[in-house]
């Protein structure tokens, strides 16, 4: 009998983490969400600009029967499709708080200070800017990082930085934009339409018990979510809440523990091995049932181990990654920058606010309460990162085109004006960040490297 060995590696790949396919999944976005930024500014600002932003403002109605809903293109990008964006990042926050470098207080203290100093110091300087009137309503816009951006470009240099760096800024980042989600939850709501957002309380009770009582598949989750973001959106409490709330209520348990899929995974290992001893050929298995039985059920049970929240966050982590957040730039990064008097809007208090908020409150706030919170004891430096380092990583905070923008709609929806000064304070501070924290960082690097 020829016995056929198949190499392992050509077959099913190299196996690498959870943490690295995050990382290469936010590189690459990162780089796609650059890319498609640059492209619609330059379709912006050229002789279709008109045409391009009118296209934004198409209205789309989706229903059924005599319920539907109308909004624009624009609207739906930003109430609906974002309703996914936030709820990957309540995904992600959940897996952090569970397993991730949230779980431990000791290895939290230092992202989680770094965060709060990144939402607290942008919005004083902000307000100092911008204390009344209408203006005031954007002290939001320089709390967030966006992650995509942020941890993209840091992986760029991550053959001349620690890896705990990469760890902390993305941790750092998670937790910021859990303070982001809060501060749209708590400040940036309308009017409140008290039925409706009961029916969103007595659906996310629902949600829960589904958990509780050990449903695991994803349909009656996406029903429910889809019902309560449109509860959401009637309450008058923004609607992309609804993927937050979601993401809490699904399950992080799995079916099997993995002790159940060790022992299943040896019970069918020696099933498969007993069909195939007499057998020959690299086709056998297709044409032999019971061989394809322990397949399939290898399959299921391969599933049944991985929690349905970690199913969901991988199917849908590259549609939000490049999918929803590069249309979400398309939608509102359309700044026509030869119609834009620098002169006059760079000298703007919003403007202003936004830019210093973003570039040095970001840097002073991160550096800072990361540095109290060392000093006194309440956390401590990852191995093999030193002080340099963060300040690098501080830097790149100042980044916070996603979710930036994002508020930047809530407080200026009646202030087309701000938000256009609010949209290229965030542009210009994101652009200065990236490149402030890049030099930092390499040439940092690269004396470490010459002294060593």
Same mark, same amino acid.
């Given at each position: 009998?020829?016995?056929?060995?198949?190499?392992?590696?050509?077959?099913?790949?190299?196996?690498?983490?959870?943490?690295?396919?995050?990382?290469?999944?936010?590189?690459?976005?990162?780089?796609?969400? /650059?890319?498609?930024?640059? !492209?619609?500014?330059?379709?912006?600002?050229?002789?279709?600009? %008109?045409?391009?932003?009118?296209?934004?403002?198409?209205?789309?109605?989706?229903?059924?029967?005599?319920?539907?809903?109308? /909004? *624009?293109?624009?609207?739906?990008?930003?109430?609906?499709? =974002?309703?996914?964006?936030?709820?990957?990042?309540?995904?992600?926050?959940?897996?952090?708080?569970?397993?991730?470098?949230?779980?431990?207080?000791?290895?939290? @203290?230092?992202?989680?200070?770094?965060?709060?100093?990144? =939402?607290?110091?942008?919005?004083?300087?902000?307000?100092?800017?911008?204390?009344?009137?209408?203006?005031? @309503?954007?002290?939001?816009?320089? =709390?967030?990082? %966006?992650?995509?951006?942020?941890?993209?470009?840091?992986?760029?240099?991550?053959?001349?930085?620690?890896?705990?760096?990469?760890?902390? !800024?993305?941790?750092?980042?998670?937790?910021?934009?859990?303070? @982001?989600?809060?501060?749209?939850?708590?400040?940036?709501?309308?009017?409140?339409?008290?039925?409706?957002?009961?029916?969103?309380?007595?659906?996310?009770?629902?949600?829960?018990?589904?958990?509780?009582?050990?449903?695991?598949?994803?349909?009656?989750?996406?029903?429910?979510?889809?019902?309560?973001?449109?509860?959401?959106?009637?309450?008058?409490?923004?609607?992309?809440?609804?993927?937050?709330?979601?993401?809490?209520?699904?399950?992080?348990?799995?079916?099997?523990?993995?002790?159940?899929?060790?022992?299943?995974?040896?019970?069918?290992?020696?099933?498969?091995?007993?069909?195939?001893?007499?057998?020959?050929?690299?086709?056998?298995?297709?044409?032999?049932?019971? /061989?394809?039985?322990?397949?399939?059920?290898?399959?299921?049970?391969?599933?049944?181990?991985?929690?349905?929240?970690?199913?969901?966050?991988?199917?849908?982590?590259?549609?939000?990654?490049?999918?929803?957040?590069?249309?979400?730039?398309?939608?509102?990064?359309?700044? %026509?920058?030869?119609?834009?008097?620098?002169?006059?809007?760079?000298?703007?208090?919003?403007?202003?606010?936004?830019?210093?908020?973003?570039? !040095?409150?970001?840097?002073?706030?991160?550096?800072?309460?990361?540095?109290?919170?060392?000093?006194?004891?309440?956390?401590?430096?990852?191995?093999?990162?030193?002080?340099?380092?963060?300040?690098?990583?501080?830097?790149?905070?100042?980044?916070?085109?996603?979710?930036?923008?994002?508020?930047?709609?809530?407080?200026?929806?009646?202030?087309?004006?701000?938000?256009?000064?609010?949209?290229?304070?965030?542009? =210009?501070? *994101?652009?200065?960040? @990236?490149?402030?924290?890049?030099?930092?960082?390499?040439?940092?690097?690269?004396?470490?490297?010459?002294?060593?």
């Amino acid at each position: 009998m020829t016995k056929h060995h198949y190499p392992l590696e050509p077959l099913f790949g190299k196996i690498i983490g959870p943490f690295e396919r995050f990382l290469q999944r936010v590189t690459a976005g990162g780089i796609v969400l /650059m890319g498609m930024t640059l !492209l619609t500014l330059i379709v912006a600002s050229s002789p279709w600009g %008109d045409a391009y932003r009118h296209l934004w403002e198409t209205p789309v109605r989706i229903g059924i029967g005599r319920e539907n809903m109308e /909004m *624009s293109l624009h609207a739906w990008v930003n109430e609906g499709l =974002m309703a996914l964006f936030f709820l990957l990042v309540g995904l992600e926050l959940k897996r952090e708080i569970l397993v991730g470098e949230l779980a431990s207080l000791r290895n939290a @203290a230092l992202p989680v200070a770094g965060a709060i100093g990144g =939402m607290l110091v942008p919005a004083i300087i902000y307000y100092l800017f911008n204390p009344s009137g209408n203006a005031l @309503a954007g002290w939001g816009i320089p =709390m967030a990082t %966006d992650i995509a951006f942020a941890v993209g470009i840091l992986v760029l240099l991550s053959w001349r930085i620690p890896k705990n760096l990469i760890i902390f !800024l993305t941790a750092l980042a998670i937790a910021d934009d859990l303070g @982001a989600v809060l501060v749209i939850a708590l400040f940036y709501t309308q009017n409140i339409d008290m039925t409706s957002l009961g029916s969103a309380i007595g659906l996310l009770g629902i949600l829960v018990l589904c958990n509780r009582g050990g449903i695991r598949y994803p349909l009656p989750y996406a029903i429910l979510g889809i019902l309560l973001w449109m509860a959401l959106l009637k309450s008058g409490i923004h609607a992309t809440l609804a993927g937050v709330l979601l993401a809490f209520a699904i399950p992080a348990r799995p079916v099997y523990t993995p002790q159940q899929f060790d022992e299943h995974l040896d019970n069918m290992s020696n099933a498969f091995r007993s069909s195939v001893v007499n057998l020959d050929g690299p086709n056998m298995p297709l044409e032999i049932n019971n /061989m394809y039985a322990v397949a399939e059920r290898l399959e299921k049970t391969s599933v049944a181990v991985q929690s349905p929240q970690q199913r969901m966050e991988h199917h849908l982590s590259p549609w939000v990654t490049f999918g929803i957040i590069p249309l979400f730039a398309m939608a509102n990064a359309g700044l %026509d920058l030869l119609a834009i008097p620098f002169r006059d809007v760079i000298v703007q208090s919003v403007t202003l606010g936004v830019m210093l908020g973003l570039v !040095l409150g970001k840097f002073i706030g991160i550096s800072g309460f990361a540095w109290l919170a060392v000093k006194i004891g309440l956390a401590k430096l990852p191995s093999g990162v030193q002080w340099r380092h963060i300040l690098g990583a501080a830097w790149l905070g100042g980044i916070g085109f996603t979710m930036s923008l994002f508020i930047a709609q809530l407080a200026f929806t009646n202030s087309p004006a701000l938000f256009e000064e609010a949209r290229l304070g965030i542009i =210009m501070a *994101s652009v200065i960040a @990236a490149m402030i924290g890049l030099t930092w960082l390499y040439l940092s690097a690269r004396k470490f490297k010459v002294k060593n």
